[in-house]
């Protein structure tokens, strides 16, 4: 096996052949609009929201432009107010509590823990001290919190919660796909995600009011009627001249190459989760290199994997890093003091008040994390967790050389039991 990787830890597979033919054909109809059908005719949109509608088991179904778009979509359904407090995940991606902040509302973030979830307790204390009603929970790179627990004390609490799915469409929590324990579920369909449409999101819900607002924010004029998957017309009555149009359909150019992976969806998230287990095989023992453990009721979706570094010291962590990707692997760390690509974390959103997150500090300053795409083979996964667990050996006996020399250097370890 050689030494240096040589793939490409961005180049997604090839959309399948049959939906870049339906693309052909949408495109030569010319009705790419979702509106723009003939007589009889259910646009491919329709037709997507249909179809993910009965594959999550949910009520209804609304495609839109983006992920983000979609989070945005369902706080303005749900009724926030400008300025309102919202809760949501410390360990998130930008687009989330850009969210909140794009329809004027007040990201409250709560503390992660060392298994990258939501940490309910500091939940329950910053949902009592905030009075939030709303918790924009993220299932962030495809870790999902106790679901039951968390359902059980946001009821108590009177928090309703949106679910971020970006990164757990296919997954689920005791045998129920994610998105549908909340008051709506939100899905990207973003180049990086499970479905690959560039851009693009899916909002789904069994509340009738909440779906009939975001279809008349996400810009349905009065043609509300179309939308077999969305609640009867007489839901909209009073609702139609409450809400703003706020332009943000998906198309059926988009829709036509998503419903034909919707059809292979399970299997390519069975095909991640192998490719998942064969990095993780090869770091399982390493000690002072931390995998977070997957509870038992979790199916998740490993399109990427996460790992903490509680042996390393920041100079280490660089330098593991600086090793790996020498070697041809692309680590992204939470730990960097600037934000760079899609990795930032809490401090760098300054539209939000300024929060002290010392827990979830000590989690994201040991947190490396590293895309899977469908185009590695299983091999090319072996030998990216060799090449981690050589660089990462390398750095450890590096930093053990030089604290022999300066013995002021401390380990900033976390618990992670």
Known sequence: ??????????????????????????????????????????????????????????????????????????????????????????????????????????????????????????????????????????????????????????????????????????????????????????????????MNSGE???????????????????????????????????????????????????DNLRAAILRVQLESLDESCRRWNERYFAVENELGDLRGLVIPARPGKERFVGSSIQFLTPALTAAGIKDFLHRAKARGVEIKWFGAPEPAGYTSRWESWRYAERQDLSQSARVLDQLCDMRLPLTFAIEDCKQIGIIIRDSFLQSMVTQMRRERFEPSTSTCAIDTQ
């Open 1 to 194: 096996m050689a030494n240096v990787f040589t793939g490409n830890f961005t180049q997604q597979e090839p959309l399948p052949e049959r939906a870049i033919a339906r693309a052909v054909e949408v495109m030569r109809s010319g009705r790419l609009h979702r509106y723009n059908t003939v007589l009889g005719e259910i646009s491919e949109t329709v037709q997507l929201e249909l179809e993910f509608a009965r594959y999550t088991g949910a009520k209804y179904c609304l495609a839109v432009t983006s992920g983000g778009y979609a989070l945005a979509t369902a706080l303005r359904a749900a009724g926030i107010r400008s300025g309102e407090p919202v809760l949501t995940n410390a360990f998130t991606l930008s687009p989330v509590p850009g969210a909140i902040a794009a329809v004027s509302g007040a990201p409250i973030f709560v503390e992660t823990t060392p298994e990258l979830v939501i940490d309910i307790c500091d939940l329950v204390n910053k949902a009592v001290s905030s009075k939030a009603r709303l918790l924009l929970l993220s299932h962030m790179r495809g870790h999902i919190v106790d679901m039951d627990r968390l359902m059980e004390t946001c009821d108590r609490l009177g928090v309703a919660v949106i679910e971020d799915c970006a990164h757990t469409m296919g997954a689920s929590w005791n045998g129920v796909k994610s998105g549908r324990k909340g008051i709506a579920g939100c899905f990207s369909t973003q180049t990086y995600k499970h």
């Open 200 to 250: 693009g999101g899916l909002v789904i819900s069994d509340d009738p009011e909440l779906m009939a607002r975001a279809t008349i924010v996400s810009g349905s004029y009065m043609l509300f009627g179309t939308h077999a998957a969305g609640p009867t017309a007489d839901t909209y009555e009073e609702i139609k001249y409450e809400m703003p149009n706020c332009s943000g359909r998906m």
